[in-house]
């Protein structure tokens, strides 16, 4: 107590005739304001710090962006040689077709055994074959290359879990349970009725399916190449860990459990289990 009552003096003179004024400084005072000073400057060091990884992540998230558009034009490159050999094996089986009614075929009558000569039209099915095969196998390749592409779409996540209102977007909100004050929202928050099914955006494994504290009930689906999804506040969960699912299997149903004020779903992206804003997949 006896600190508190202590003073620092300051004398303040504007000018060299003017009269001097006593100021009085209490030692609390100042310390309280060094501490409020220390606590704003952590603050926005903190602010900085998450300002710059969120721009390092909406770079990241950039390019993932770049690179899906161009796996769609390579898939689409991929379907264009893919439909064209499949025309071209239709030429060639109408071909084969032709040739082998042509060797069925009997000579002209009245012939018997006079003397004939010629080559023979079989001489050409080796060639006809080696052709063929070297068609089918660059077939089977294009088939193998247009399958992985497909698989590598269908495991990047793409439009929204469940038909609804967007309501919170991902980032800095509100604190939606009054009180004042704002918090970090690491998803995008979709208003529906109670009971609404939920689905999986993309092809992947159910790593967990449970109850988890704030969430709720959840599913978390991982899609592998660090991608994985959320879904939160389920009223009902329809999956269970280890099961493999598709884009558009109903994994739960829409809820209010957990930290929620009403029925919705919670969806989350992450990238290395990092959140990234949802919306740029949902295009």
């Avoid at 006809?128 to 070297?134: L, N, P, S, V």
């Avoid at 598709?246 to 004020?261: F, L, P, Q």
Wanted: some cysteine; glycine content about 10%.
């Amino acid at each position: 107590m006896a600190q508190d009552q202590e003073f620092y003096a300051l004398i303040v003179a504007p000018s060299a005739k003017s009269k001097l004024r006593k100021v009085r400084i209490s030692l609390t005072f100042i310390r309280s304001s060094l501490i409020v000073l220390a606590a704003i400057t952590l603050v926005s060091l903190y602010g900085l710090f998450r300002f710059v990884e969120h721009s390092a992540l909406q770079l990241q998230l950039a390019s993932m962006s770049s690179e899906n558009e161009q796996l769609r034009r390579e898939n689409d490159a991929f379907r264009a040689n893919y439909d064209r050999l499949n025309n071209r094996v239709a030429v060639v089986e109408d071909m084969s077709q032709n040739l082998a009614r042509e060797l069925r075929t009997d000579g002209p009558e009245g012939i018997g055994d006079e003397g004939q000569g010629g080559p023979d039209s079989r001489d050409n099915m080796p060639e006809f074959e080696k052709r063929t095969e070297e068609l089918e196998r660059e077939i089977r390749q294009m088939a193998d290359l247009y399958r992985d592409e497909q698989l590598k779409l269908s495991s990047v996540p793409s439009g929204w879990p469940v038909s609804g209102h967007l309501t919170d977007n991902f980032g800095i909100r509100s604190n939606p349970f009054g009180g004042g004050g704002i918090e970090g929202h690491e998803g995008q928050d979709i208003a529906a009725a109670f009971g609404s099914p939920v689905k999986a955006t993309a092809d992947g494994l159910v790593v967990y399916a449970a109850s988890r504290s704030g969430y709720g009930n959840i599913v978390v689906i991982y899609h592998g190449d660090g991608i994985s999804t959320r879904f939160g506040h389920l009223s009902q969960i329809d999956v269970q860990s280890g099961q493999r699912v598709r884009r558009g299997d109903e994994i739960g149903k829409v809820g209010s459990t957990g930290r929620s004020t009403g029925p919705h779903c919670h969806y989350e992206v992450r990238l290395n289990n990092e959140p990234v804003d949802p919306v740029t997949y949902a295009q």
